[in-house]
């Protein structure tokens, strides 16, 4: 008998059949079926254009479509924004219209419409020169006022001297938005009365009674009816005049002394109460 060919100590490793969807282990390239696709910078990405989850580039293309500003708008945006910004500019220049047909000397437009231009543009919008050349204020003047009142007893009681202009300066004071009322109501009333009075305190002409009767209802929206006990009857009221001082690098000298001039007593009518004005 022929001896048995003796076994090779260690076989030949057989390759293992790949696996299903996949490289055989331990290959990769073309024949393993790996990818080919060169590595990103970090050692493993790709480094083509990236792809948005729903499919579509993120890339510059799509960069390009999204346009920036009014032309992103559609149609009708454009006309929103094109129909505001012309009411802006519209407005800017009736506005400009305005105050300059009212600084302008005298001419045709502001004759014949001149009842409309100063409806617009008082009191918000007035111009003057009080505070320039020729004669810019150097004073102070507050407006005071006090009440005789009528008490259950039958006697009456003539109060002190409340400063209205003090009321309003404490109510301006510290407030970021100011009514307008209260910043220009009594002064510009004020103004109305005595640029309407003689140098004696008469009214002239009817703007005068009305500006009499515009300063009474504005101490008995102060006042009110019912005061210290009583009810106002009498109402009366002064202006309290201080020249302003130099300042201190000027060696000009004035008198800081305070003039008052005094008005008459003027009797409360129904129609200068609250709710009695349209009567």
Do not use: C
């Not at 543009?121 to 505070?131: A, D, G, I, M, T």
């Not at 020249?243 to 008198?255: A, I, L, M, Q, Y």
């Amino acid at each position: 008998m022929e001896p048995e060919e003796q076994q090779a100590p260690h076989a030949e490793a057989r390759p293992r059949p790949p696996r299903e969807g996949g490289a055989p282990p331990g290959r990769s390239g073309p024949e393993g079926g790996g990818s080919t696709r060169p590595a990103g910078p970090e050692g493993g990405g790709s480094t083509g254009p990236a792809m948005a989850e729903d499919g579509g580039s993120t890339g510059p293309a799509r960069a390009e479509r999204e346009v920036p500003g009014p032309e992103g708008l559609s149609r009708f945006g454009r006309a929103v924004v094109a129909v505001a910004a012309a009411a802006v500019v519209l407005a800017v220049a009736v506005h400009l219209s305005m105050v300059f047909l009212h600084v302008a000397p005298s001419n045709t437009l502001s004759k014949k419409h001149g009842q409309g231009i100063d409806d617009y543009v008082y009191p918000e919008f007035e111009q003057n020169w009080k505070l320039f050349a020729p004669n810019p204020l150097q004073q102070n003047i507050a407006v005071h006022a006090r009440a005789r009142v009528a008490k259950d007893d039958g006697t009456s009681e003539t109060t002190g001297w409340v400063n209205l202009s003090k009321m309003d300066g404490e109510a301006i004071d510290h407030s970021l938005a100011p009514s307008h009322t209260v910043q220009n109501e009594l002064r510009r009333g004020w103004e109305f009365y005595r640029g309407s009075h003689d140098d004696k305190g008469k009214p002239v002409g009817l703007r005068g009674e009305l500006s009499e009767s515009y300063i009474r209802r504005i101490v008995m929206l102060r006042f009110g009816t019912e005061l210290n006990g009583g009810t106002v009857e009498r109402i009366q009221v002064r202006s309290a005049t201080t020249p302003v001082g130099p300042p201190p690098w000027s060696n000009e000298k004035t008198d800081s002394k305070t003039e008052y001039q005094v008005q008459p007593w003027w009797q409360v009518a129904s129609a200068d109460l609250p709710g009695g004005w349209d009567k």
